[in-house]
């Protein structure tokens, strides 16, 4: 994969970085802010909020994401993973609609994704992060 690649990085992948801060995972998430190739969206952003104990942690993960790539979802994103979760169903596969959204993201914007996330093997057309 291109050195020069946006990459979309999952809750999952931002959990590892924050709670360990070491091992393979956080030190791709760390390489790929220093280089200004991690992308932040919306599902990612609100997950990795829920998650904070305490309004000063809450303060402190706006403050550190504030200035990572931000990709906003609009009406057709939402369509699109609607469809996508519905045709899925179908054939009886459960996934999150955050998932889902955030899968479509990575597609349209031709983002290739870092997660830990075995939802994501659902959805197809993804180019996935090798950690290495």
């Not at 280089?35 to 104990?53: F, I, K, N, T």
């Not at 469809?83 to 596969?93: F, I, P, Q």
């Amino acid at each position: 994969m291109s050195e020069d690649v946006l990459v979309l990085v999952d809750t999952s992948a931002w959990l590892e970085f924050f709670k360990r801060g070491e091992g393979q995972i956080a030190n791709a998430v760390y390489r790929l802010v220093r280089e200004d190739r991690a992308v932040l969206v919306g599902p990612v952003l609100a997950e990795l909020l829920q998650s904070a104990r305490t309004e000063k942690e809450k303060e402190t993960l706006r403050q550190s994401l504030s200035t990572l790539r931000y990709v906003e979802a609009d009406r057709r994103d939402w369509t699109v993973a609607g469809s996508l979760l519905a045709k899925l169903r179908r054939k009886g596969v459960h996934s999150p609609l955050t998932d889902a959204l955030i899968a479509v993201l990575s597609v349209r914007h031709n983002l290739a994704i870092l997660t830990l996330d075995k939802h994501f093997a659902n959805f197809n057309d993804m180019q996935w992060y090798a950690v290495t």
